[in-house]
């Protein structure tokens, strides 16, 4: 689901500007990396664009948080210093805050919501930060966050809701279009909106005429929401979990109305896809919020076509365990993980016969259950389980093709009841 974004009813009046982003950048010089941007080729030619990688996972923490916490901690006196600094997150915030609160010696405590995967829970207590996990949700864990800074005199920094920590953000815009200035698209990934509130700041301050669109996951559509007034809820378990925002920032709002051309909503399905891609073809590991912009041009292919695309990729903080699974999914997905329910007489030789037919075909087989207790089937019968590996869908139909040519009666196991 896409929507267009309404067109600005008054000039908004906060602080932030494409200068309030350069004195960030001067700030923040010789503390972050600037990222490469990259042309690939592979990617281009899959979604029939140009598409460039803004390859913000080359982060310190693996992620452009790191340009917003040190653009919020290098404006803090000596006092709010040694009182210390407090965060939510649910993982790259966290990450960025911490680091840089080490480097500066800034005693740091991090509130995650419980779930955080595991990987972004330990990276952040690596990097030397108090961890406290509060909370079903980001804004649960927000106000507990709010709740300890209050009492305890900590200064919050909000992810994306915090004038200085977008500017760092945003500083990633000017990269971008110094790298490729033809870039004519940019597609950014939205949580609270920080990020692509920044990068249109920048990215436009430079060429005017720029396309900056959003993309949000199919269950948290907040700032959609914001926009059209709409109530649609936001909610559910996402692989995009570092964009799982509720409620859009109030201070992006206004800024994303004004300056984005379209926001756009993705599935499940298409983000998965997107990790898939980034890995397999763009050489690139992702987690969900980075893959976001990969997915929106696949799920709205006609938006991009023929055009020249930098997508942020915004962290590559994803855990193996999931990354596993998507791949294997994703193999699946285009019929080159397979597994087929073969009924066959139950005498010796079978099993060999229907593996060697695999074996012939160039298949590899994964997995064999051979069952002679299903009622359905004769009592002199079997039912063999095989999961093969192909090269892709012809080669997966050429395998059944012959194994029926066999004698053998073939049923393709739908994925969905696994």
């Known amino acids: 689901m896409s929507s267009a974004v309404k067109p600005p009813a008054a000039q908004t009046t906060s602080v932030l500007s494409a200068d309030t982003v350069r004195a960030a950048r001067a700030r923040m010089a010789g503390k972050i990396i600037v990222t490469p941007t990259v042309y690939s080729e592979a990617l281009s030619q899959a979604t029939k664009a140009t598409v460039y990688l803004k390859l913000e996972l080359m982060q310190h923490t693996g992620a452009f948080k790191a340009r917003g916490a040190i653009a919020k901690l290098s404006t803090l006196t000596d006092a709010q210093k040694k009182a210390g600094v407090i965060a939510m997150s649910a993982g790259n915030h966290a990450q960025g805050v911490a680091y840089h609160a080490s480097k500066l010696g800034i005693p740091a405590t991090i509130v995650m919501p419980q779930g955080t995967p595991f990987v972004k829970i330990r990276k952040t ?41 977008i500017a760092g953000q945003g500083t990633l815009g000017f ?12 597609i950014v990934p939205i949580g609270g909106g920080g990020l692509i509130t920044g990068v249109a700041l920048a990215a436009k301050a430079i060429k005017p005429s720029i396309n900056i669109i959003g993309v949000e996951p199919e269950l948290y559509p907040s700032m959609s929401n914001a926009l059209n007034g709409t109530n649609r809820p936001c909610t559910g378990a996402t692989i995009a979990e570092g964009i799982a925002v509720q409620t859009a920032g109030e201070t992006s709002v206004p800024y994303v109305r004004e300056l984005v051309s379209k926001v756009v909503t993705v599935t499940e399905t298409s983000i998965e896809r997107a990790i898939a891609m980034l890995a397999t073809k763009g050489k690139t590991v992702s987690e969900g919020a980075g893959a976001a912009p990969l997915a929106a041009m696949l799920e709205y292919p ?51 016969a229907v593996s060697g037919i695999c074996a012939e075909e160039g298949a590899n087989v994964l997995e064999v259950i051979h069952s002679r207790f299903a009622l359905d089937l004769s009592a002199r019968s079997a039912r063999l389980g095989i999961t093969i590996e192909t090269r892709d869908e012809d080669h997966a139909k050429q395998v059944m093709d012959r194994i029926r040519m066999s004698g053998f009666k073939l049923s393709l196991r739908d994925p969905n009841e696994e």
């Open 302 to 352: 006609d938006l991009f076509a023929g055009k020249t695309v930098g997508l942020v990729v915004s962290g590559g903080n994803v855990d193996a365990r999931m990354l596993s699974s998507v791949l294997m999914r994703d193999l699946v997905r285009e019929r080159q993980v397979l597994t087929l329910n073969i009924e066959m007489p139950d005498k010796p030789g079978q099993l060999h």
């Open 125 to 165: 207590r690596d990097y030397g930060a108090t961890v406290l996990l509060e909370g079903e949700t980001l804004v649960e864990a927000a106000n507990y966050a709010e709740k300890l800074a209050a009492e305890k005199g900590y200064t919050f920094i909000h992810p994306y809701n915090d004038p200085e920590v």
């Open 175 to 186: 990269e971008m279009l110094e790298a490729v200035p033809e870039l004519d698209t940019i």
